[in-house]
């Protein structure tokens, strides 16, 4: 079963506190990517990858960083976390020919 | 800059009731239109797909339409029921780069 599996699920930490939210996929694609999704503002894109050490940023990568050390895995870090990075993240696979989404099951991170 | 509106931000129906959800865009060069549904925390899953040649798929209760040239889709609900209650991504994707459009989607709720 094709699965893109996010952990941990929910998160609460603190201001500055490194986080880092794994995600990994066992569908062998190559274009995985992260949203952070908002009320009102809906899906927005923080980081892409489109192979193994080939990384870009969306359109909202600031306080971000990512690394694609292999296929499978695309770890997202919030090296100095700030309230406003309080959100839902999805990881997403890239998968057929009409650019689908495949999304992961959510982070719910909360910076207080 | 390629943008995605969503209408209604939310809507209320009864059980059984079809509903339309509209979708506008100024994406170009078009590739094509995704509708997600998303579950209460979940992560997007993809509903229908169209190209530039489609105007209509559907998938079980739903349909979609799609009118180029006007750059307009709408998500048709037929017999709604309670388990249609979630939210729904309008995405357009541009051709060439496979950057994508999110909408801010639409909220259904299904009241038996």
């Known amino acids: 079963e094709a699965q893109v599996t996010q952990n941990p699920r929910y998160l609460i930490t603190v201001t500055g506190k490194k986080l880092t939210v794994t995600c990994s996929q066992n569908m062998n694609h190559e274009y995985m990517s992260w949203y952070r999704q908002d009320p009102g503002l809906g899906l927005r894109q923080i980081y892409y990858s489109m192979n193994v050490e080939v990384t870009d940023k969306g359109d909202v990568p600031e306080g971000y960083k990512v690394s694609r050390k292999e296929k499978r895995n695309f770890p997202l870090i919030l090296e100095s976390p700030s309230p406003n990075q309080t959100s839902l993240y999805f990881c997403?696979?890239?998968?057929?020919?009409?650019?689908?989404?495949?999304f992961g099951p959510g982070t719910r991170l909360t910076v207080l | 800059k390629n943008q995605v509106e969503q209408s209604p931000q939310s809507l209320i129906i009864l059980e059984g009731k079809n509903c339309t959800l509209q979708c506008n865009y100024t994406v170009s060069p078009f590739s094509n239109l995704r509708w997600y549904k998303q579950d209460t925390g979940r992560g997007p899953v993809s509903l229908t797909i169209m190209t530039f040649s489609e105007n209509t798929k559907s998938n079980g209760r739903y349909t979609a339409t799609l009118d180029a040239d006007t750059k307009q889709s709408s998500l048709h609900i037929t017999a709604s029921q309670l388990s249609d209650s979630a939210s729904y991504i309008c995405?357009?994707?541009?051709?060439?780069?496979?950057?994508?459009?999110f909408g801010a989607g639409t909220t259904v709720t299904v009241r038996a």
């Open positions: 997403a696979v890239r998968r057929g020919a009409h650019n689908e989404q495949f």
């Open positions: 995405v357009v994707s541009a051709g060439g780069d496979y950057k994508l459009s």
